[in-house]
T-cell receptor, first 118, second 113 residues
């Protein structure tokens, strides 16, 4: 079946502009995660959802970053007033998700959105 | 705090030879460990995971990993490397009490013909 999709694949914006990054998870997956990956580094957690509920946003670097998943499927990560330091690969992942307790599910990643802030 | 370390930035191996990509972890409680591979211009692909049970875990593309509790390691292995295995490999651990993954810095594997 279809995997996780993200759009756009590449986004170039000017400093100060707002950007919205979209993630469409694998159909039926309850959990959705956002990570950010700087060049030469591993992905770092930003936030995650179970259904439409944001469970953990401890990785969002500041209040310019926000995410939503209003219908429990597609999610949008929004960065307001972008800065050059926001340039990175933004990765989305989804997993089946289990009700309650700690999930051992595999997270499946999308292709990522490469954000460049000029 | 949970963490993983990948001590080698790059591993070079000749095609047909066995390969090992190292990973050590630090967690409180039982570790849930994962390996992912990243090919150029593509997303992270899941290779294998250790949750519990047999210390030798088999995964995709002929890869396997050995969980060693006493050495707190989870090294990725393959008996015979292919040129097409050349990629960036990430080890990750599930955060205890949460669902996020904590990744290492990655190891670039280069397989030479």
């Amino acid at each position: 079946g279809a995997g996780v999709s993200q759009s756009p694949r590449y986004k170039v914006t000017k400093r100060g502009q707002d950007v919205a990054l979209r993630c469409d998870p694998i159909s039926g997956h309850v959990s959705l995660y956002w990570y950010r990956q700087a060049l030469g580094q591993g992905p770092e957690f930003l936030t995650y959802f179970n259904y439409e509920a944001q469970q953990d946003k401890s990785g969002l670097p500041n209040d310019r970053f926000s995410a939503e998943r209003p219908e429990g499927s597609i999610s949008t990560l929004t960065i307001q007033r972008t800065e050059q330091r926001d340039s990175a690969m933004y990765r989305c992942a989804s997993s089946l998700g289990l009700a309650g307790g700690q999930s051992t599910d595999t997270q499946y990643f999308g292709p990522g959105t490469r954000l460049t802030v000029l | 705090a949970q963490s993983v370390a990948q001590p080698e930035d790059q591993v070079n191996v000749a095609e047909g030879n066995p390969l090992t990509v190292k990973c050590t972890y630090s967690v409180s409680g039982n570790p849930y460990l994962f390996w992912y591979v990243q090919y150029p211009n593509r997303g992270l692909q899941f290779l294998l995971k250790y949750i519990t049970g047999d210390n030798l875990v088999k995964g995709s593309y002929g890869f396997e990993a050995e969980f060693n509790k006493s050495q707190t390691s989870f090294h990725l292995k393959k008996p015979s490397a292919l040129v097409s295995d050349s990629a960036l490999y990430f080890c990750a651990v599930r955060d205890v009490g949460g669902d996020k993954l904590i990744f290492g810095t990655g190891t670039r594997l280069q397989v030479f013909p």
